[in-house]
């Protein structure tokens, strides 16, 4: 299929880095804005700006109007099966520690079990194990297989009458692998436990289904998908959000305060509590609307091209040591790799000479660096606003940053 170009739709990609042209490559850390989501924001600030669910004015209801249609947006992105299920907050980070503060709290106990894998994502890791201290309870961690994929042997074995939440990536921000959330979630649910799903390297390359993956909760931010910074999104099942309370009190989560008594608003409201990223909500909005009109089928048919180029090239070279699947069947855009006997961050940044522009480090997977026996990688990241020829320009100075080092 011939990849069309939309290198145009976002202004920062006309950069130059160091003299180069900006090949972007570091989409897993955060994707680059259209133009489109940049004219929205620019728009509320000029047209709408003000607060949302307060004011009965004019203006007012234009801006809870834009806010509350996003909301309806975002439903229908996931499909959750009710508005009332779908709540804003700032980030994928803080959703999970939402769910942790909440949930956890009022349901974990002593000895009970908390199953993740060694694949996740600090933000999925350190709020399960900070409430397994304060609650006494036992983290266990699911391993991978020989190729880098989830070992549903060993889940079967760890997900058990104990097992009280299965917390996992659906893609991993290091692996590219895409986790199988229906089967993880049928077991989890079989045992009694509920499973939290971090969505956020998964939401911008497919279409993603909570009603059918099961999900009991699931979180991603809006700046992995071409939206601002400081706007995430938490789905929870109905059920669960009616037992909950808040995680945070303050205005506009309150239906009646007294000087000793609080009753809360209705689900979401009871759950955004104070004055929202309004501006982050519109233009996450805008951003799902670009999303669609370029159409899934086109962004995962880009991307499962530029992913083999890279895939491919990267195994082809001598000295390179990539991690995860090598088969392309089971790998999303995001490849970690490693050029024998140099540092990440010397690969890093003799690639940023060359205006080529990836992340080297521990990728916030410190467990999984331990696992993979590194203590970091590089690691390119596409997206379908990328090219075929950024892909030979990251291959071209990967090969002159080794013969460099070998010099």
């Known amino acids: 299929m011939a990849m069309t170009n939309y290198r145009a739709d976002f202004p920062i990609l006309n950069t130059r880095i160091n003299g180069e042209p900006l090949t972007y490559l570091d989409s897993a850390a955060t994707s680059q804005k259209p133009q489109a989501v940049i004219d929205a924001l620019v728009a509320y600030y000029q047209h709408d700006n003000a607060n949302v669910h307060r004011g009965v004015y004019t203006l007012a209801a234009q801006a809870t109007d834009q806010y509350e249609a996003v909301r309806d947006q975002v439903t229908a992105f996931i499909n959750a099966p009710q508005r009332e299920t779908v709540f804003f907050t700032r980030s994928t980070t803080e959703s999970l520690n939402w769910v942790a503060q909440t949930y956890g709290e009022q349901f974990i106990g002593?000895?009970?079990?908390i199953v993740l894998t060694v694949m996740e994502h600090h933000s999925n890791l350190v709020p399960w194990q900070q409430l397994a201290i304060r609650k006494h309870a036992k983290l266990r961690y699911i391993g991978l297989t020989s190729d880098g994929q989830l070992d549903m042997d060993a889940a079967k074995r760890l997900i058990t009458a104990k097992t009280k939440l299965v917390a996992v990536a659906e893609t991993s921000n290091v692996l590219g692998v895409t986790n199988p959330i229906k089967a993880l979630a049928a077991l989890a649910h079989q045992n009694g436990a509920i499973i939290v799903v971090d969505g956020a390297q998964a939401v911008a390359h497919h279409p993603v289904d909570v009603q059918a993956l099961d999900a009991d909760f699931y979180a991603f931010s809006g700046h992995k998908m071409l939206a601002p910074t400081g706007i995430g999104v938490l789905y929870g099942k109905l059920d669960l959000l009616e037992q909950l309370t808040p995680a945070e009190f303050g205005g506009e989560m309150i239906d009646n305060v007294t000087q000793q008594t609080t009753t809360f608003a209705a689900i979401p409201q009871r759950f955004e509590a104070g004055t929202p990223n309004i501006s982050g909500v519109i233009g996450l909005g805008a951003a799902i609307t670009y999303l669609?009109?370029?159409?899934?089928?086109?962004?995962e048919a880009q991307e499962a091209q530029l992913t083999e180029r890279l895939l491919n090239g990267l195994l082809k070279m001598d000295g390179v040591t990539v991690y995860g699947p090598h088969d392309l069947a089971l790998h999303g855009p995001v490849v970690a790799f490693n050029l024998n006997g140099v540092h990440p961050h010397d690969v890093a940044t003799g690639l940023d000479m060359a205006g080529v522009e990836v992340r080297a480090g521990h990728?916030?997977?410190?467990?999984?660096?331990?696992?993979l026996q590194t203590s970091a990688t590089v690691r390119a990241s596409v997206m379908f606003y990328n090219t075929p020829a950024e892909i030979d320009r990251l291959l071209t100075a990967l090969a002159e940053v080794k013969e460099f080092f070998q010099s």
Do not use: K
Request: charged letters at 10%; one cysteine or more; hydrophobic letters at 35%.
């Open 110 to 113: 002593p000895q009970d079990e």
């Open 292 to 299: 669609q009109q370029v159409g899934w089928s086109t962004i």
């Open 363 to 371: 990728h916030c997977a410190q467990p999984l660096m331990a696992y």
